[in-house]
């Protein structure tokens, strides 16, 4: 039940259920994404883990044989209780380092950078650097007008030969912002 855009990478032994993954999106090997919405332009590295479902805390028992009858293993419940795998949200450009692990529920804004290790309880917020068991904010990656501008290109949604013929503006953020200063050809640009 999952879904591709173009120019996609997996690696090897990686587990796709319920997913979609944007434009140019890649999964390096032993990682698990499930319930997953994955935007253009995003690298995920290897043993990423977003699988994890939840347990009721406020429950006498979090164990599932109280409130789920979609196991494999029999259970004492009739129904399923609580929605134990939420949908996680990946936006574009989102780079997230080796072994991250990410519960359901969670949404990474775009450009958005996780680093190894990190254990994501909480949404990210576009354009931050957040690593850590739990992740925190580590910095800005840009000030707040340049993440705006970056946001409103939506440069994820440019045609290849535009983002092929302008690649080197990417490298800079001030050369990147003055080629958005030139918003008529960024609009003749975009995908259809």
Known sequence: DSKFGQNNFLGENVS???SS???YS???RNSQLRNTKM???CSIGPNVQIILGKHPFDYVSSHPVFYSNNKPFPTFAELNYIKEYGDVT??????IGEGVLI???VKIGNGAVITARAVVTKDVE?????GGIPAKLIKNRFDKDTVQKIEQSEWWDWNDDYLRASHIMFHK???FLSMLMNNKTVENNRNS
């Open 21 to 23: 993954i944007g434009d």
């Open 173 to 175: 953020p001030k050369d």
């Open 126 to 130: 576009p354009y931050t650097v957040v």
């Open 39 to 41: 935007g253009k332009f």
């Open 16 to 18: 796709l259920i319920n």
């Open 90 to 95: 990946i936006g574009n450009d989102v780079w």
């Open 103 to 105: 519960p359901s529920g």
């Open 26 to 28: 890649y999964v390096n």
